[in-house]
């Protein structure tokens, strides 16, 4: 029993259950799994070492493991479209790492989204090994309508003439055009690669269009709308199915995380059924309800408003910094991250937003109504943030109505 060998880490664990059970989770790159899932992800498979691929591996006794991973391969194929799948990335970064490894050399030049308009950190910035290994140049968004100015992004490809372009983002919350991203890829002969890790739930249930079809690379974790345990996914054409496969391991990899690959099949599977379109439907439609309500009480959200799972609120009217603002939220038990905003005049580590979603509690079956509830005590916490004893008050409310939606952790 691990509570008598470990009670430390025992404690920690049924400290983790009760604040996901008893919380509100507004960051929209995590989810909750299945319980099929977290099986897969805490089984038997993690003593299995299988360096390698099905039917080639460097280690004997693969068998099932082989059958595992051909399965997972399969149905990533099947949800995504694509004509090649690699389900060994251990994370999203490792997944946008193979991509650049397999056709680029250091020194070479990347453009990438600028991480205040919502890129991510592996789309070159210069702290990541994307930025350190590659010359990285960005496209920003429009200050005015903080869109993707499609026309800037071309001048900018034309003028630095990169031999990758990354679209795709951690904080963007509009429908991205990855026809017209491949379109300038092709115009400056660059590799066109999609990172899809936050929005790759509403790619496969068709409510945000595809990049597979115009990029050379699509890359995505597994966690975020997709369900599934945390880890890697890329996606690519045929050609490029050797330089993949050979970059992850031996490249940059050893051997598999099994536990994880088989609990990837098992949630691919399970965002082929109906249920899984149903509930990405909702997560937008509660997405769009707690935008409006935000922006009823005064909030500032980033480009107006919301296409997909999340959005950026602005603060500065609130005169409050992203940082405070998830200290005090998290104390009343909503859990949000600070986000900088685009041109953020304020350093990461503060910040002039907090970036919010409802994809996991979307899969607790919180529905619009509730997304009103949410955003009044938001607002109520926020504005009386000197106040202990309303703080308490939300608090408690916020313990009270997150317990009546279940989470199972086992
Ligand atoms: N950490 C992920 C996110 O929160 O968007 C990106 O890596």
Not at 94 to 122: C, E, R, W
Not at 236 to 242: R, T
């Amino acid at each position: 029993m691990l509570k008598k060998s470990d009670p430390e880490i025992y404690s920690a664990l049924q400290g983790e259950i009760r604040k996901q059970r008893e919380t509100i989770n507004l960051i929209p790159s995590e989810n909750i799994v299945s319980r099929n899932v977290l099986k897969l992800a805490g089984s038997i498979f993690t003593n299995k070492y299988a360096e390698g691929y099905p039917g080639e591996r460097y280690y004997g006794g693969c068998k099932f493991v082989d059958i595992v991973e051909e399965i997972a391969i399969r149905r990533a194929c099947k949800l995504f479209n694509s004509e090649h799948a690699n389900v060994q990335p251990h994370s999203g970064s490792q997944a946008n790492m193979a991509a650049y490894f397999s056709v680029l050399k250091p020194g070479d030049k990347i453009l990438g989204m600028n991480i205040s308009s919502g890129g991510h950190l592996t789309h070159g910035v210069k702290v990541n090994f994307s930025g350190i290994l590659y010359k990285s140049v960005f496209y920003d968004v429009d200050r005015e309508t903080e869109l993707i100015d499609y026309e800037k992004v071309r001048e900018i490809a034309l003028k630095e003439k990169p031999k990758m372009i990354v679209c795709g983002s951690s904080s963007y919350s509009r429908i991205i055009d990855f026809k017209k991203f491949s379109e300038i890829a092709r115009e400056v002969n660059a590799y066109l690669l999609a990172d899809i890790a936050h929005i790759a739930g509403f790619v496969i249930t068709g409510l945000h269009p595809s990049p597979v079809p115009y990029a050379e690379f699509v890359t995505s974790t597994t966690h975020k709308t997709l369900r599934g345990p945390r880890g890697g996914l890329i996606l690519c054409k045929k050609e490029f199915k050797e330089k993949i496969d050979k970059t992850i391991i031996p490249g940059i990899q050893g051997g598999p995380l099994v536990h994880i690959i088989a609990a990837k099949a098992v949630a691919f599977k399970e965002a082929m059924n109906k249920e899984f379109k149903k509930y990405q439907k909702q997560i937008l439609k509660n997405s769009k309800r707690l935008c409006k309500c935000l922006q009823e009480r005064g909030y500032r959200i980033v480009s107006g408003g919301t296409d997909t799972h999340l959005m950026v609120i602005d603060l500065r009217n609130k005169k409050i910094t992203g940082l405070e603002a998830q200290l005090i939220l998290e104390k009343v038990g909503i859990i949000t991250n600070k986000n900088v905003i685009p041109f953020d005049p304020l350093p990461p580590t503060i910040t002039s937003g907090i970036r919010i979603g409802p994809v996991a509690i979307t899969s607790r079956g919180m529905k619009e109504k509730d997304m009103e509830k949410i955003a009044e005590w938001i607002d109520e916490s926020l504005t009386n943030r000197e106040n202990e004893k309303i703080l308490k008050d939300i608090a408690k409310k916020v313990r009270r109505f997150a317990s009546e939606f279940p989470i199972y952790a086992d």
